[in-house]
């Protein structure tokens, strides 16, 4: 089977701005009052954005890649509340907020799956959260990693394939800025908020995902962790990973970055540490240019049926532009190739480009990196 992933949408604050129906554009942030602030860096960095924009233009060149790649299940971190809620959650400095009736540039991706496990889906408290999950149940979108409870936070979003399903699981952990008092409880909303990265806790998730799992079922475990900017992966990330691949995950899907950090394949198992943004409203925005944060990725694992062993992963280079991805030049798809390369050395990847321009891993051999040396 042949899966999408990507990592953070973030279609609020200026990207929800130029769609059809936008929300209230006052912002409580420390510098930016008015979402129209980013649209406006965005269109004095690259000209005018349409507007208003299509649902699908959100997605830009990304559609007619998925449509190419026909893949078997579409996951994605969404960081952005959907909700028309006005109560700014108090003491954050960022929200990120999607009027509901924006929900098609959602559907618009077919996405199967979204995770809600993260530092943004409860901008907007409680009643944002479940709003969030009303809408997206309506329109079809599966979520995992946030709930009416600490049950539905920690159930997996379950995608029927043949002959097996996919079952998704999400969590976050507190590094990526997620507050504590947004942790899901027995009896409140919220998200699935690990305690650590321990061992203890990882053996925790393994249980859950025993009991929930079928034979030949496939497991992805999705990770919001760790900084906005950086290529270093911490030993704690990497002996989690390692933890979770040893006892049944087939990939583990990290995001929280803003740009795309490094990977690696473990046990005939791939481990992206993080995605980077998929869609946002940075564009214009100076700062951390060495990162260059406007190239980010479409993967496209491919992994045997049943066994979850990892086949070949080709990896689809974008650009954001007006709001959207765009296919990437072969310059920039060579910068971004040569930085996960370097990034991604130390743990045994080697990543080269294709004859399509594409991305790839041609070695997926495992590691052989013993827990000592993670």
Known sequence: MTLFLCGDVMTGR???????????PRL????????????????????????????ADVWGDALAELAHVSPRATIANLETSITSSAAFWPGKGIHYRMHPANVGCLTAARLDVVTLANNHVLDFGVAGLLETLDVLAGAG???AGAGRSIGAA??????????????????????????RQW?????????????DLSTTTADAILAGIARARHTRDVVVVSMH?????????????????????????????????????????FRDRLILYGCGDFINDY??????????DDLTLMYFPSLETGTGRLLSLRMVPMQLRHFRPMQASSRDARWLCDRLNAASAALGTTIEIASDGALVVPALAASGINADES
């Open 141 to 143: 979108i599966r979520t």
């Open 225 to 265: 962790w760790g900084g906005n900017w950086g290529y270093d992966v911490p030993a704690a990330h990497r002996r989690f990973a390692h933890r979770l691949i040893e006892g049944g995950v087939d990939l583990v899907h990290g995001h929280s970055s803003h740009h795309p950090r490094p990977i690696e394949t």
């Open 14 to 24: 200026g990207i929800d701005h130029v769609l059809a129906h936008a929300s209230d």
């Open 154 to 179: 920690q159930a997996p979003a379950i995608v029927p394939m043949p002959g097996s399903r996919l079952l998704v699981f999400a969590f976050a952990d507190a590094s990526s800025g997620v507050f």
């Open 28 to 55: 409580a942030e420390p510098y930016v009052k008015d979402a129209a602030e980013y649209v406006a860096l965005a269109e004095a960095a690259n000209g005018p954005i349409p507007r208003p924009m299509r649902d």
């Open 183 to 195: 942790a899901a409880t027995a009896d409140g909303p919220g998200v699935d908020l690990l305690p």
């Open 283 to 292: 564009e214009g925005i100076p700062g951390y240019d060495e990162y260059r």
